[in-house]
Nanobody, 122 residues
Framework: QVQLVESGGGLVQAGGSLRLSCVAS????????MAWYHETPGKQRELVAA???????SYLDSVKGRFTISRDNAKNTVYLQMNSLKPEDSAVYYC????????????????WGQGTQVTVSS
């Protein structure tokens, strides 16, 4: 019904940059917030950055000044520009979206992507 597909992960050296993308598709009525999380083995999935439908953003303290979240509403896409990457940024990155689907307007559902691996070498 609704799919979120991430892309852009990979292997990069410390100090490098990556840009993650996440496209939402399917029977979408309206997308409210979109966000990026990361997860490493043995740790809880953690919110990295979020953006509202109006463009307000919030960030995990450890990525402030290095990561930038943005969205293209016309393309149902959210981006995460990651600069000055550090080895501790290595994780699987997941996007999610709180949205309403066609036929069930007024009810908000949360969808997750499948994740994309980011590895930062020292």
């Amino acid at each position: 019904q609704v799919q979120l597909v991430e892309s852009g992960g990979g292997l990069v050296q410390a100090g490098g940059s990556l840009r993650l993308s996440c496209v939402a598709s399917g029977s979408i009525f309206i997308i409210n917030s979109m966000a990026w999380y990361h997860e490493t083995p043995g740790k809880q999935r953690e919110l990295v950055a979020a953006i509202t439908s109006g463009g307000r953003t919030s960030y995990l303290d450890s990525v402030k000044g290095r990561f930038t979240i943005s969205r293209d509403n016309a393309k149902n896409t959210v981006y995460l520009q990651m600069n000055s990457l550090k080895p501790e940024d290595s994780a699987v990155y997941y996007c999610n979206s709180d949205l309403e689907v066609v036929g069930r307007e007024g009810y908000q559902f949360r969808y997750w992507g499948q994740g994309t691996q980011v590895t930062v070498s020292s």
